[in-house]
Every structure is written in structure tokens, then in C-alpha cells.
């Protein structure tokens, strides 16, 4: 007769049948930890996946800064014509008949440091010449001026919010009240330079009148 059915000893048959079953759960315990570290469920095959990662490097902006228009201060180190460039802008490089040019003009800071600078009307001026004639001067009847301290940031550039429209007239600070004449067209070629506390821009930009 088979042990294994009918348990032989001393204790009843049901003490050794609860033995064997305590035996066998305890073994199907130690195969099931046994696949867990070999299978490892919820891992797959090769490279693991790399974690995401946010940039934290700063993107240069779309468009420059706006200059001031209203009156503001800033502290800092002045801003030096070593570390500024300053740029004649004009919206067009050709004009027809009785179009009218609008100037500005951006100022960048490629030195490695902050520094202010005024950059308000009242330290902006430009100035258009063709040839060796001046044709027109901002400051010749300037009448209102904007002080604009600002903190140029390293590689920041900043422009003008509002441009200058130019009425393709001779300007002369004597003729502010009087009519005044109108410059030569057809095809003359000008050139517009521009300067921002007292720091020039280093080339001018060409235009023409139709």
C-alpha cells in the first residue's frame, strides 16, 4: 500500500496530509521568487529607455527688446562703444513716389557684461546725407525728448518701438516753422546714419527715394 495516500505513524492521517500541503505551498513559494528574479517582470530586453531631460539653455529671443518710450533709469556700468554696436534701420531699401521712410535703429551689447545706456530720444539721433550734403537731422527740430536709462544685458539687443517717419525734407532747425523743400527723388540714393549716446553706428544704410 502506498505511503504517499495512506501516511503511516502515529499521528492521524489528516496532521500528515496538512504537513505535506504546508510543504508543498512552501516550495511552490520559493519557484515562484525564483521566476520573479529571473523573469523581472516589467523589464524588457536591451538599452534601458533614457529618462527625458528638460533643456535649461536659454533660446536667443525671436525679436529684439523694444526701447523705452517713457522715462526710465537703470543701474549698472555705462555702456562703452568697445562693447555696443549701434545700426541704422530703415523698413525699406527702395521708396516710391510719396512714400515716406521710417527710420530706427537697434542698439546690441556683445561685450560679456551688463551695462546701461540711454537710449531714449533724447540721446538718439539720426542723420541722413547723400554724398557729402546732410540732407536732414533728427535734432534739428526735435520736439520732445525721452530720457530711457537701460540695462543692456550681454548679446541682448534692443530697437526702437516707434520709428521715425522721414518727410523727404531738407531739415534746418530755422526753417522748423516754415515750409520746407522737398529733397531730390527719382532714383537719388541715400544714407542714413545713426547714433546713440554718442556712440555712432559704424556703417550707414543705403536707401532710395522714386
Known sequence: MSTFKHPVGPQPSKVYWRRRLLVALGLLAVIVVIILIVVRPGSSSGTPAAVPTTSTTPKAATNPTSIPTTETTANGQPCTA???????????????????PKLAVSITNHGTTSCKIDAGTSKQVFTITSGSEVYWKSTDCQTSKVYAEVLLQPGKTISSQTPITWDRTRSDPKTCQATRDQVPAGGASYHLQTSVAG??????KQFSLN
Open 199 to 204: 556712440i555712432i553706428s559704424d556703417t550707414t
Open 82 to 100: 568697445a562693447n555696443i554696436t549701434v545700426q541704422a534701420i530703415t523698413d525699406l531699401n527702395a521708396y516710391a513716389a510719396g512714400q515716406n
